[in-house]
Each structure stands twice: as structure tokens, then as C-alpha cells.
């Protein structure tokens, strides 16, 4: 094997590995945050779909617990679908970028 071909596979699997840190900290900065229509409760979800803010406003004082429970519910699970598009985006732009390597 000649140098020029060790310096092209040094080469190639150096821009694979900067591709796995763009993505790692591409999916760990993921954030999401979603609000009810009525914006009485916002969600906010990590990367993984995990919940890391929630936010309701005094006005939610009149609603009945299971109004109230399907809002958070439904709401949670907006911000977690958003956060899915977004870590979408960023294992599509991995799987491109490693086929152009």
C-alpha cells in the first residue's frame, strides 16, 4: 500500500469521524417546545423525547383535572414529535455525509 493510499484512508476516515461529533453534538443539543392552542401549557422535550420544562399559565386554575391532563398530554407530545423531526434531520444529514466520504 502506498503512502498516497494510507493518506486517503487516513483521510476519509478522519471526515467520518468529524461526522459522528457534528451528530453526536448535533443530538445532544436538541430541544423542543411545544404549546397548547390556547397557550395554557408549554412543553419543552430533549432530544430523546424526554421532558425538561413544563409551563402553565395561573389561567389553568378553571380547568378540570382530565382538560387539564389531556392538554399536558397532548401538548408533551407535540414538542416530542418536533424534537423527532429535528433528530431526524440530523441522522439524515450523518447517513448523507457518509455516503459522500
Known amino acids: ?19 459522528l461529533e457534528e451528530a ?6 436538541i430541544t423542543a417546545r411545544a404549546s397548547s392552542e390556547s ?25 378540570d383535572a382530565r382538560t387539564l391532563a389531556a392538554m399536558i398530554t397532548s401538548t408533551t407530545q407535540e414538542a416530542a414529535r418536533l424534537a ?4 431526524t434531520r440530523v441522522m439524515t444529514a450523518l447517513q448523507e455525509g457518509f455516503g459522500n466520504v
Request: hydrophobic share 35%; aromatic share 2%.
Open 1 to 19: 500500500m502506498s503512502e498516497h493510499d494510507m493518506d486517503a484512508i487516513v483521510g476519509r476516515a478522519t471526515e467520518q469521524v468529524n461526522l
Open 24 to 29: 453526536l453534538a448535533g443530538l445532544q443539543s
Open 39 to 63: 397557550d395554557q401549557v408549554t412543553a419543552e422535550v430533549d432530544g430523546n423525547g424526554t421532558l425538561t420544562g413544563l409551563w402553565m399559565d395561573d389561567s389553568i386554575s378553571s380547568l
Open 84 to 87: 423527532t423531526e429535528q433528530r
